[in-house]
């Protein structure tokens, strides 16, 4: 599995990015997400989707802002980013796992990071 994530900028607070995730590899059987990471801060898990596409789960920081989903015909995972705050400012990473842990404890297969910047 190879996943290639795009769709990051230079934004201003309030605005809105939608990242985009294109995995390679049959993904059907995987739970897909997103974690992020802050210049001098650790990785840090965003959302997730399960396979079916059914069941979503956010961290606390972007629940109401951001809304994850996924088309398993097209092995894409996506990520609207609504409202964003300069704290949100981190390289975006899309992840696959096959633990069945709603916050990705384990992450089977990463893909190289976007970089999203929101300016205040």
Known sequence: VQLQASGGGLVQAGDSLRLSCAASGRTLSYLMG????????????????????????????????????????????????????????????????QTPSVTMSHVHYWGMGTLVTVSS
Request: glycine share 4%.
């Open 34 to 97: 997103w974690f992020r990471q802050a210049l001098g801060k650790e990785r840090e898990f965003v959302a997730s989707i399960s396979r079916g596409a059914i069941n979503t789960y956010y961290a606390d920081s972007v629940k109401g802002r951001f809304t994850i989903s996924r088309d398993n015909a097209k092995n894409t995972v996506d990520l609207q980013m609504n409202n964003l705050k300069p704290e949100d400012t981190a390289v975006y990473y899309c992840a696959a796992s």
